[in-house]
């Protein structure tokens, strides 16, 4: 059946050709067939519009656990302060403090809406005598300057003078040899420079004077307690002889899915009201 079909067509050309009329009608189908192919032009921009999404190529989206994650519906004007993550447990105050120009002036404003009667003269207003006013206006000028009295020296704010002069008191999260290091006065000897952080060697500084080319195969790479693994990065060494082959070579992260990876700290320096699972590798409300 298909040989004769074939046949069939092959005549149908060879007549098509002798016959100089059905040439044309044939020739006339082609131009109806090549108008009714025509696109209008909504379809044409409709088509336009769905090309970008049907390349060829492009692989299914695969689905990741940041797609649903809350914890990255932040902003990119936000960033961690890791001054405020090295002062933690470490120095007094997480946090920098400068006092404002009108600092007295902030302070009797926050007096007269709490006290009643207000003397003239604030600074020798008892706070010994109501420790309920006393709280209230701690928490007040705590909120407003975003400064807090510690605990260690709540006894000694007796009266509102002292707690004019604790907050004439500027405060730093840094560390004196931070602030050596970061001398913008240039305050210091000019033969006399200070490096803030330690210079570590990494195999992945390829561009640095050492080229990823350690001098003491075989060791090192590790970091040692948990703060600064958070803030330092560390490596697999490479051993034996089969490590220094490309093909079997283990560039995994060591810290990859721990507290300290530097990815998971991020996200719970951000969220104090989290805690991570080592698990299931999630964050929980504590």
Known sequence: ???????????????SQLRPEQKLSNEKEKVEMDERMVLSDEAESMLKKMLPSLKS????????????????????????????????????YRYNYKPPSDLEDQVKEAVNAVFENVNSDIRSIDLTKNRHLKFQLLDLLGKRLCHVVPNSELHQMKTVGDLIDFYWRPVQNLTEYAQM?????????????????????????????HGGETAFPGKGGEVISLRNKRLYRQFKPKEDWFDFEED???????????PWDPEIAERMDRYPTKRYNLKTKRFKNT
């Open 1 to 15: 059946m298909n040989c004769s079909r074939i046949c069939r067509i092959r005549w149908r050309n060879i007549l």
């Open 57 to 92: 190529g492009d692989g299914p989206k695969k689905h990741s656990d940041t797609e649903d994650d809350e914890f990255l519906d932040l902003t990119s004007k936000e960033k961690i302060d890791m001054d405020s993550i090295r002062a933690r447990g470490f120095l007094k």
């Open 181 to 209: 290091a970061r001398d913008n006065k240039q305050t210091l000897p000019k033969n006399l420079h200070i490096m803030e952080h330690p210079f570590r060697f990494h195999p992945e500084d390829i561009y640095s004077y």
């Open 248 to 258: 079997s070579f283990d560039y995994t992260r060591q810290d990859e899915k721990m």
